[in-house]
């Protein structure tokens, strides 16, 4: 009873603690920092980086470079224009046309169904005099004002930008601030739900998978392929239209894909024992995976951690862009030159 005893202890201590249960594997060693010297240069680049998004809140201002500025160059939201920090462009009243020489700083953007006074009409009687004009509906996007028409949008982007090549991008934000309400969150939702479908397909499934896979691989490229050589040599002229162009064409692509096609068939069938060797790795992988819910949710985690060093250096970007010397130029409320001195460019 004694040595019964004693070996249902002994095979409990093994349980409790398997890892003394076998020796270290040939060759281990333990783990340790193998980078200690250039630690030295990482904190140095560290201390170096700090210096610098030190001296760019000390010295900058994003506003210089986020906000417009009025037909008196005056900055949307600083010194006088300090409660106005909207950018906006008034409208013709005659021809309802946007004025992009007269900017206007406002308190908030106009959705079209007010009236505003403190429009310029320099562009009309030669002066500086302010005339009722009815606004336009309009979005905001950042501090700035900006027509909800995609067509009044596009117009005030060539005439303020001098049509710019960037020009189109201020139409794509304006068209995802319009739709992104609704797209935005059913994308993610869909990309997320599809990402951890495909997980849960490969725990399940993975040769299935990795299977039809290549039945499409081969399917999809000899297919094609000998579909092109068939019409090329075999099918009536008179009946058959080129996909590219000329029957030539069609024959030597076509047979280039067909050849692709035969090659991966041949390469799958004297590679299938290696293939099922693969297939088990990934059902394997997502064993892991399924055994250990933490690592599904890492995405997200490192998502949400890259997102906010982005955001930080993207601040620190803009403050240390805004440490030079700002110049206003044109009439249009959005261009400007920047300066800056040696040690500016430096940074």
């Given at each position: ?8 202890t ?18 281990s060693?333990?783990?340790?920092c ?27 201002d994003?506003r ?13 939201g ?8 909207f ?7 005659k021809?309802?046309?946007i ?8 308190d908030?953007?106009p959705?079209?169904?007010e ?8 562009v ?34 060539r ?8 020009a ?15 797209i935005?969150p ?11 479908l495909?997980?849960y ?27 092109l ?6 099918a ?8 590219l162009?000329?029957s ?14 035969a ?70 409320g ?14």
């Amino acid at each position: 009873m004694a040595a019964r005893d004693a070996t249902i202890t002994t095979t409990m201590v093994e349980q409790q603690e398997p890892e003394k249960k076998h020796p270290p594997l040939p060759g281990s060693k333990e783990h340790h920092c193998t980078d200690v010297f250039w630690l030295f240069f990482f904190f140095l680049n560290v201390g170096c980086m700090g210096y610098i998004q030190y001296y760019a809140y000390q010295n900058g201002d994003s506003r210089y470079i986020t906000r417009g500025y009025n037909s008196d160059k005056e900055l949307c939201g600083v010194g006088h224009q300090l409660d106005n920090p909207f950018i906006y462009w008034c409208e013709n009243p005659k021809t309802k046309e946007i004025i992009v020489t007269s900017p206007i700083c406002v308190d908030h953007c106009p959705n079209g169904t007010e009236q505003r006074s403190d429009c310029d009409d320099e562009v009309f009687v030669g002066n500086h005099t302010a005339f009722d004009a009815d606004v336009y509906p309009s979005l905001q996007i950042g501090h700035w004002c900006l027509p909800r028409k995609r067509k009044d949008m596009a117009h005030l982007m060539r005439q303020v930008t001098g049509n710019c090549p960037l020009a189109p991008i201020a139409e794509v934000f304006g068209d995802i601030h319009r739709t992104g309400a609704i797209i935005l969150p059913v994308a993610a939702f869909i990309s997320v739900f599809v990402g951890y479908l495909y997980l849960y397909l490969l725990d399940k499934c993975a040769a299935l998978l990795c299977y039809i896979c290549m039945l499409l691989l081969v399917a999809s490229t000899g297919g094609t392929g000998g579909y092109l050589v068939y019409g090329a040599l075999v099918a009536d002229p008179t009946t058959y239209t080129p996909w590219l162009g000329t029957s030539g064409m069609d024959l030597g692509i076509g047979g280039v894909l067909f050849v692709v096609g035969a090659f991966c068939f041949f390469l799958f069938c004297f590679k299938s024992y290696g293939i099922s060797q693969a297939c088990g790795c990934i059902e394997a992988a997502c064993e892991c995976l399924m055994e250990e819910p933490t690592l599904l949710v890492e995405p997200f985690i490192a998502l949400a951690i890259k997102g906010v060093i982005l955001h930080l250096m993207a601040i620190g970007f803009t403050e240390l862009a805004t440490t030079g010397n700002f110049d206003f130029y044109g009439d249009s409320g959005i261009r400007r030159e920047i300066t800056w001195n040696n040690q500016q460019l430096a940074f």
